[in-house]
C-alpha cells in the first residue's frame, strides 16, 4: 500500500527524446561539441531513469493533487474495490449473525438491514424490562 507521500503514475515510455540525443553521438567525434572540460556533447546529454524524471515532475503539486493522480491509477482503483468488497462481506456476514439472534415469526423471514436493527433495538430494549421486573 502506498503512503499518502509517494506517487504511482503509469506512463508509457517514450524513447523519441533519448533516440534523438544519442543518434548525434553515433559515429565519429570529429563533429562532437565538447565544453571546457572536455567532455563530449553525448556525456553531458544523459536521459535520467523515467521513474526520477515522473518524481521531479510531482514535487511541485500539492499533496492533494499527488493523491489524486494515485487514485487514478488503475492499480489503485483495483486494490480499493478489492477492499471495499471485503468490507461489505464481513459487513453483511454481521447483519446475518445479528438476523439469527433475533426472534421472529417465521423464523426465516427475510429482513433489511434497518429492520434488523430496529428489532434488534427493541429485543434489547425488552429483555432490559425482564430483567429489571
Not at 449473525?97 to 434497518?114: F, G, M, N, V
Amino acid at each position: 500500500m502506498l503512503n499518502s507521500d509517494q506517487t504511482e503514475i503509469d506512463l508509457p515510455p517514450t524513447h523519441s527524446e533519448s533516440e534523438s540525443v544519442f543518434s548525434d553521438c553515433s559515429g565519429s567525434r570529429a563533429g562532437s561539441a565538447e565544453d571546457a572540460s572536455g567532455v563530449g556533447l553525448c556525456a553531458q546529454s544523459r536521459i535520467a531513469e523515467p521513474g526520477e524524471a515522473v518524481k521531479k515532475d510531482l514535487q511541485h503539486l500539492s499533496r492533494e493533487e499527488r493523491r489524486r493522480r494515485r487514485r487514478a491509477t488503475a492499480k489503485y482503483r483495483t486494490a480499493h474495490a478489492t477492499r471495499e468488497r471485503i468490507r461489505v462481506e464481513a459487513f453483511n456476514m454481521a447483519f446475518a449473525e445479528l438476523r439469527k439472534l433475533l426472534p421472529t415469526l417465521p423464523p426465516d423471514k427475510k429482513l433489511s438491514k434497518i429492520e434488523i436493527l430496529r428489532l434488534a433495538i427493541c429485543y434489547i430494549s425488552y429483555l432490559n424490562h425482564v430483567l429489571d421486573v
